[in-house]
């Protein structure tokens, strides 16, 4: 099993994320490129940058925002009841008092899919777990589970949760720390906070290539490439 570790990007990261959506130049896609390929040449592991859009869709928290937005909606009607039914009660206007609830539950459920109210409604729990989940798939996707040494990693970077995951595979589990990791994490976050998502992969990249050249070094006449190099987009 591959072990795990998770960082969130501070709030004060939130330029970066909340759902933003970069597309990256062929300039920047080349620079991520070949940092990998330069941190790749000292050592054996194989790095793969990852940029998601989100990691989950967060259903829930669509309809817990509809459910919020149907209570307001009736509770600020039977307040000023009698504003709209000053000559008593009818049974039309149940239809009337339905409908609007129904309605506000729709633009609620529709509101929720915004990102910034995806941010509000969510755990910070659950979305840990989602980029959990999300890291985990893509590990295995992408093929890092299949590297000849098992010393495949993942550099994730998960716009709308504002978090960075990197996924080693089972073999750097006892050669590196949890610790170390945690500084690969930061190298990237720091980047992030002054919105530099390409700097902060490669950086973060670099960092990583001087950790696994230790732990695994590369060897002469005998270090293919196993994997492509180019960063994945998942917008």
């Known amino acids: ?55 989950g869709i967060y259903r829930d928290t669509h309809h817990r925002v509809g459910l919020l937005c149907a209570v307001l909606a009736l509770t600020m009607l039977m307040m000023s009841e009698p504003e709209w039914l000053p000559w008593g009660w009818h049974a039309s206007n149940a239809v009337w008092l339905l409908g609007i609830t129904v309605l506000a539950y729709g633009v609620g459920i529709w509101v929720g899919t915004w990102p910034v109210a995806l941010c509000l409604f969510t755990s910070r729990e659950r979305m840990h777990h989602k ?34 995951y990197v996924l080693p595979d089972q073999a750097l ?34 960092a990583s290539g001087v950790l696994l050249a230790r732990a695994c070094p590369s060897r002469d006449g005998d270090n293919p490439n196993e994997l492509p190099n180019a960063v994945i987009q998942d917008l």
């Open 131 to 164: 980029v959990q989940m999300r890291a985990e798939r893509a590990f295995v996707q992408q093929g890092l589970a299949t590297t000849r040494e098992r010393t495949g990693i993942l550099l994730m970077v998960s716009l709308l949760e504002r978090q960075v």
């Open 1 to 55: 099993m591959a072990s795990r570790v998770v960082a969130a990007i501070s709030e004060e990261a939130g330029r970066v994320a909340i759902g933003k959506q970069p597309v990256l130049s062929e300039q920047e896609r080349a620079r991520i490129e070949a940092a990998v390929q330069e941190a790749e040449r000292q050592t054996s592991a194989e790095i793969v940058p990852m940029i998601v859009g989100r990691s």
């Open 173 to 206: 589990q006892t050669r590196i720390s949890h610790d170390q990791w945690q500084e690969i994490v930061s190298v990237v976050v720091e980047r992030l906070k002054v919105d530099d998502l390409v700097g902060g992969l490669c950086h973060g990249i670099e």
